[in-house]
T-cell receptor, first 112, second 115 residues
Framework: EDKVVQSPLSLVVHEGDTVTLNCSYEVTNFRSLLWYKQEKKAPTFLFMLTSSGIEKKSGRLSSILDKKELFSILNITATQTGDSAVYLCAVEARGSQGNLIFGKGTKLSVKP | DGGITQSPKYLFRKEGQNVTLSCEQNLNHDAMYWYRQDPGQGLRLIYYSQIVNDFQKGDIAEGYSVSREKKESFPLTVTSAQKNPTAFYLC??????????????FGDGTRLSIL
């Protein structure tokens, strides 16, 4: 059965800290891995990863995929209180018509 | 502005009642999806549609129904057969994913509670 496992499930840090969120997956015929940030309502898209070893970066956030070891990490440097959210990892398989398999999310709390 | 609009934001259902959640998008996306999110859980797929007048069941379709009469609209009905409907419902859309590889974009959700 296809599955996505995120760790840790929750994390509390202080402003300025660097955090690493983990996502491991088991999926037949992998196509892509996506990261979303969910604050109160709609998950907002962060990154889509399809190739191993190529880092995607947006400001203080970055992510990388390892297709051999079947995992991805999301790094956030110099965290701010506005980074507090649930971070969702999802995986898409080829031939799945775009359907995503989601992990349970990591709840990040950044304290001032 | 282009986007996905879900309504209402909050909805209350009485026992034995069917309720319909609205999802409208003006992004010209072909594919639309409905997910359910429970506390501490990831999103689970209820139904999806790649084209007008066609849709498929997701992982947890029992107790739900959908229609896709227009490209812009994908309403979800929570029927009385769904015994545990209290959850946060999210609608998403994307460009048809094969062969393109584009992310899904989400609406702001509808929170459904039982009275």
């Amino acid at each position: 059965e296809d599955k996505v496992v995120q760790s840790p499930l929750s994390l509390v840090v202080h402003e300025g800290d660097t955090v690493t969120l983990n996502c491991s997956y088991e999926v037949t015929n992998f196509r892509s891995l996506l990261w979303y940030k969910q604050e109160k309502k709609a998950p907002t898209f962060l990154f889509m990863l399809t190739s191993s070893g190529i880092e995607k970066k947006s400001g203080r956030l970055s992510s990388i995929l390892d297709k051999k070891e079947l995992f991805s990490i999301l790094n956030i440097t110099a965290t701010q209180t506005g980074d507090s959210a649930v971070y969702l990892c999802a995986v898409e398989a080829r031939g799945s018509q775009g359907n995503l398999i989601f992990g349970k999310g990591t709840k990040l709390s950044v304290k001032p | 502005d282009g986007g996905i609009t879900q309504s209402p934001k909050y909805l209350f259902r009485k026992e034995g009642q069917n309720v319909t959640l609205s999802c409208e998008q003006n992004l010209n996306h072909d594919a639309m999806y409905w997910y359910r999110q429970d506390p501490g859980q990831g999103l689970r797929l209820i139904y999806y549609s790649q084209i007008v007048n066609d849709f498929q069941k997701g992982d947890i379709a029992e107790g739900y129904s959908v229609s896709r009469e227009k490209k812009e609209s994908f309403p979800l009905t929570v029927t009385s057969a769904q015994k545990n409907p209290t959850a946060f419902y999210l609608c998403a859309s994307s460009i048809v994913p094969e062969p393109k590889n584009q992310p899904q974009h989400f609406g702001d959700g509808t929170r459904l509670s039982i009275l």
